[in-house]
Each structure stands twice: as C-alpha cells, then as structure tokens.
C-alpha cells in the first residue's frame, strides 16, 4: 500500500527526513510493505508538490547539498493558488495512507502557522505525526479530538525527546499500569551546560557559549535554559501517560540561568549532580507538573547522563521504576522519530502492529 | 467489545493474573473499553470453563487464598470429554476477541503441554500472550507462521523479561531502526546472586542459597545459573529486533557457577563488576548470539543495575544507543507484562493502538 507524505519544513530535521525516507527506501518495503512518496514539501515561503509523488531523487540531493526548496524547479510561492491545497494535495487513488509530518518552526505561543495547517490536514483525512512541540502545546484538545472525529491519528515522539521513546513507552509498554510519576532529562541544551560545568568547574556563561560552538544550543537558546523546553515534553509526556490535560501555564518552571560554579561544586562535596528535571507526580487527585534543576545523587541512573543524553523514569504500579535513556540526539534522532512514527501510523491503518 | 480469556496455569503468574484482570477491570474498561471476561482457567490437571464468563469473583477469591484450581465447584478433569474443547471453549456472540494467556510451565525440551494447546488455540482463531519461553523457543517459527496464516497476534512480553520491554521497543520504538547489537542483564537470579558476591564479598554457594532465601532462585536454579534462561530471552528478543532465525543450539553459553570471590575481587580492582550478560551482534552479514558472565565498568549503566534488576541496550543506526532498566521483577511485572499484551492485543484488533 502507498504512503503518502506531505512534509512541513525543509530545514535541518525537514531535509534529514527526507535523506532519511531515501536511505531507508528498500528496507521499509521489505519490512512492512511501505513505498513511500512525498506528496509535496513545503516551507515558509512555498511548495513543491505532485499528486502522484515527487521525485525523490532530486529531493534527496537537495537536502544533501542543504539547498533551499525555493531552488526547486518546480516550487510554487505561496499566494498563486490556495496555500492548503498546494501543501495538502489530492494524491491520487484511495487505497492509500496520507501522513503530514510537521518539521517547521511555528510560533510558541500560537503555534502558528503549523496549527492551522496540521487542522486543515486532520480535516482531509491527513494523518499527523508532529515533531513540532507548540501547535501540540498551544491545542492539544482541540487536535486531539479533531483526529478522533475524522479518524486520524496524532503522533508526536519527535515533539516528546526525539529518540528518547517517551510517548510509546507510556502508550504501549505501560498498558494497563498506573503512572504514579515521571522524571526526565528531556532538553540537551541544559544537559550539556550542566554536565560541562560539573566536569569543568567553568561558569554558565562559558558552558553555554562551548555548547553554542558545539552545536548543542541555538543561537537564541533562551526557551531551552529558562525551562520551558523541557516543560512543554514533560507537559505532553504527562497528559499522554498520566491521563490529565495540563496547559503549560500549570507548570512550574525555574530555568539554570542562576546556577553559579560554586553550587555545582558543592553539590558535588555531597556526592550530587545538577540536572535539569522535568517531573510531574499525583497528588490529591491531581497531577502537579514542576521543572527545575535538581541535585542528583550519583547512585541514581540520572547522574550517568551526561552530555546531549536524554532520560525519562516512569514509576508505576505493576513494573516498579522503569528508567531509559538515549545517548543521540540532533537531527538524526529527530528525523529518526518522525519516521518511526510514519511507520507506525503506516502499520497500525494497515492492521496490526 | 468484549475480550475473552483462556488462562493457562493457575500458579503463582497465573493467580497473580487473575488478581491483576479483576483489580484493574473498571480501569481497563474506562480506558480503553475492554470488557474481559475468563472463558476458562486450567491447570496441568483440569479445567473450568463457561462460554458466557466465569464468575471472576470466585476466580479471583481462589487466587487470594492460593488455591489449586481443582477445588472451583465446576472444575473438569481432564479425560471427561476432549481437553482441547475444555481449554478453548466457543465463546459465545462474534463481535469478541480470544486471547490464551499462557502462565503454566511447560517442558524445556518439548514445550509441550503448552506447544500443542497453543496450536490448537490459534487454529481456532485465539490470540497468544505467552508469559511462557519453552514453547516460543522450541517453535517459534512454527507459531509464528500459523499466527500469519490465522489472522491472529503472537505476542510474549512475558517470556522476554516481563517488566523490562523488549520486544515492544524493538517493534514499536526503533521502527525504522536497524540494530546493530543488543546487550542484556535479563535474569534475576543471577544478578542477584553476583550482586550479593560483589556487595559482601560471599562465594557463589552462600550467595546462592541467600537468593533461594529471598524468593530469588528456583528450587531448582539450573537453568538460571547455567545461562540457560538468559539464552532463551536474549535469543527471543534478537530474533524479533534483528530479523534473524536463531536456535538455541547457535547460541554460546557460559555460566555463572565457576565464578570465585577471588574473580570478583581482582575485577573490583580494575573498577569493574561482573554482570550475567546476553548479547546479540551482526557480525559478516550474520548474527552472532551469546550468554556469559562479563565485566562491566562501573561507569556503565549496567553497573547499576542490581539486585533483581533488569536492564537492555539496543545499538541502532538512527538513536545510537538506548538503554531500559527496570527494578521490579516477580509475578506481579510477569502478570502485568501479559496483561499489557492483551490489552495491546484488544486494541490492534480494535483499530488503531
């Protein structure tokens, strides 16, 4: 059966997934009967797109060579015709599955313009699997029940940890238990900082600045050391595994930007680490939400992840504490778990998983 | 809709099962609309059996008080009439679906009684969730291929380190993934046992006899010490993630009962405890698959798993390398790593997970 797939974005994860979809070609054929074809791919300014599938040769070698879509010979500016239908084309035959895979950047507080366009796409009959974290944050409920009513499905491991399997876990692996709480280690920007300021004894400032050079953060890393990164998984991680519907104005956040070398040091004389820990637990029949840095006892499975690693600790009723971590990141990862998603849309319509 | 159920075996998992479906059935029902209902419960003697539902108080009542199966006013022996028809009951409507949990003990060798009651299980259109290796490891590729043929789901979280989830990462998470290697600690007995040698300094007979103490060894703990146990899980788990066709027989096995406090002293120096290790990796288009005790660093993950823990690594070309632990072990994860394969089970079958 044919997968369509109409990609949001062609920038570092936009341009790995579609490098990603061409290198793993043959193996999804042989392994679950995928033969996939981008449908259209688009970015701020415009689209490219064919009912019939793009070639995905001339995509790859663009990705490869980091060209911009608008050198694609057949790109379309926004403006000459309906911008959802070039984005969200009628691909032809029914016996199809049609997956958008959202990899542009959007507003954080109106997850626009990726909002409109993922409603737009649930309403045809699109599939979503998200790797953006705000239009998620911003309308969960309302996507949410759009994919029941029209059903579609709403996947989003690339918004939750990328390669860290978050969402899965607490979907398919904690079936039938009770999550009692979650701890992760969710955002590498803060991770590397801390780590190079505990293995360094060196100032914040100095931190951030290797993990800049590095790669490690974005030119304006602010989201990602006042918190509210790692709020908006652990937010989406605990609405999914703990059946509430937080907004991220419930959470309470307190950033690393006031972590000085002198408390890392002295954490360190009591044998703990600083960690940036998003956490959310049950408490009077509720679900309280909170992200901050804290110390971290060596003993602890958290305190060997160091770097651009990620973890996550579900504590639940029938399996105890059940800890993971992932030592990749970056846009490998990222495009890794959207197409971990592709596929699993792919195989969950076709029957069983 | 409603979910019928065969349980098979009526020990300590068994019971614990029954415990588990009864305490969890109003949850299970508001989330994700299960109705289950016990078609029948046998034993290695007899059954009980009713098409519309068994009284699941009484079961579970039964399972409180550790009773033998054949004290239930309606249990059957076998002989009376076909025992296949016993344990498989028509269940009564069409709009159902059948799932035989399979918690008895089965011959190591043969697999059998559990092999041929699973085969007639799914000739008849039931679904598997085994908590038992044997029968997997002497036929898998038999089951396998009648499930394909049936239209039914074969799954086994419970014979793959129950609360640890193997399978459901290697399936669900790196979806897309190719696994290159795969380590793991997968068995409690042993663990504990070198846990107990490296902590206290004891020899291997103490540390033994403590863990048969404690509810961590098997009267008779053969196949634990011997590596046995850890083959068949790590041979399961590679032959799922990895795409290969292994047998037992291909996996090389060293176990646990020449190690001396000396061995494990002389490692402590070097910074390093030893682990009861199964490991899978590709090696000139093969895969190779391998039990044995090995010395992890103490910087290592692995390290810290302890006790009647139980840890994986998955090394994959998309998320590098992703590790589980998890602490909890015991009949209570083994219920509930069945539990959450058929309610996976229901939900595939129900559409979309």
Known sequence: MKLYISLLGFGKVGRQFVKLVRAKEQD???????????????????YVANPDGLDIDVL???????????????????????????????????DCIKVLVAAASSDFETGEPTLSIMKSAISRG????????????????????????FGVELRYSGATAAGLPTIDIAKIS??????MAIEGILNATTNYVLTLMSEDGISYEEALSMA??????????????MGIDTACKILLIA???????KKLSDVKITGITHITPRDVASWAIEQRTLKMIGRAWREDDDVKIE???????????????NGSGKAVRFVTDLFGELVVTVQEGGPVAAAGSGFKDVINIFRSFQGRI
């Open 60 to 94: 790859a070698g663009m990705a490869i060579r980091e060209q911009n879509l608008a050198e694609h010979p057949d790109f379309v500016p926004y403006g000459a015709k309906d911008k959802m239908d070039g984005i969200l084309p009628e691909v032809a035959g029914k």
């Open 174 to 179: 904690l079936a039938g238990s009770k999550v």
């Open 126 to 149: 699109w599939n979503i699997a998200s790797m953006e974290k705000s239009p998620l944050v911003v309308a969960f409920d309302e996507l949410t029940e759009m994919a029941r009513k």
């Open 28 to 46: 999804i054929l042989n392994w679950h009967g995928i033969e996939p074809k981008f449908a259209s791919v688009s970015s701020s300014r415009g």
């Open 239 to 245: 609405n999914a595994a703990m059946g509430c519907r």
């Open 212 to 225: 800049r050079a590095h790669g490690y953060a974005e030119p304006d890393p602010t989201r990602d050391v």
């Open 291 to 305: 992200v901050s840095p804290m110390a971290v006892p060596y003993y602890d499975m958290f305190a060997k992840v």
